[in-house]
């Protein structure tokens, strides 16, 4: 039973587009045809999300008993330094040790996630989907300068 949960968590985060375990994460970017500019993505092109209730040195977004928030939006974990490709900047990109004591990646001190959805709202199921943008007025995507996106909410 432990190992279909396992398996089952997994291919859950392969689904939601989540960095898988075993490496340095990468952090990217692509042209959004929505929002008209360029966004952060993860390896697979998925968009990456800031939330505002976050500070540079702590995640908030966990796993607790009444929100579950990371079991929604999932934390981008690295297991080395992150690594910058295409416009994404090296120089703003960081970590920091969430409370379960891994390593999630951020951008000029914004704590970096994927959106998996949470019902009736949809999940970003593809790369270059925004569905995440403007949650509550409180998660939003980010430019390479680190910018926090509010156009489109």
Same mark, same amino acid.
């Given at each position: 039973m432990r190992l279909a949960a396992a398996v089952l968590g997994s291919a859950l985060l392969v689904a939601a587009g989540a960095q898988a375990a075993g490496g340095p994460a990468a952090v990217s970017t692509a042209y959004n045809? &929505?929002?008209?500019?360029?966004? *952060?993505?993860?390896?697979? +092109?998925?968009? *990456?999300?800031?939330?505002? #209730?976050?500070?540079?040195? &702590? #995640?908030?977004?966990v796993n607790d008993p009444t929100y579950h928030c990371s079991k929604h939006w999932i934390p981008l974990r690295t297991t080395g330094d992150p690594v910058a490709k295409g416009a994404a900047k090296t120089a703003l990109l960081g970590t920091l040790t969430r409370d379960d004591g891994t390593t999630q990646v951020t951008y000029k001190g914004?704590? *970096?996630?994927?959106?998996? =959805?949470?019902?009736?709202?949809? =999940?970003?199921?593809?790369? +270059? &989907?925004i569905n995440g943008q403007c949650y509550l007025s409180l998660w939003y995507v980010l430019t390479p300068a680190g910018k926090v996106i509010t156009k489109g909410c």
């Open positions: 045809k &929505q929002l008209k500019t360029a966004i *952060l993505v993860n390896a697979k +092109g998925f968009t *990456l999300y800031m939330w505002t #209730s976050d500070t540079a040195t &702590q #995640s908030v977004c914004h704590p *970096l996630y994927t959106w998996t =959805g949470i019902a009736p709202d949809p =999940g970003d199921k593809k790369p +270059g &989907q």
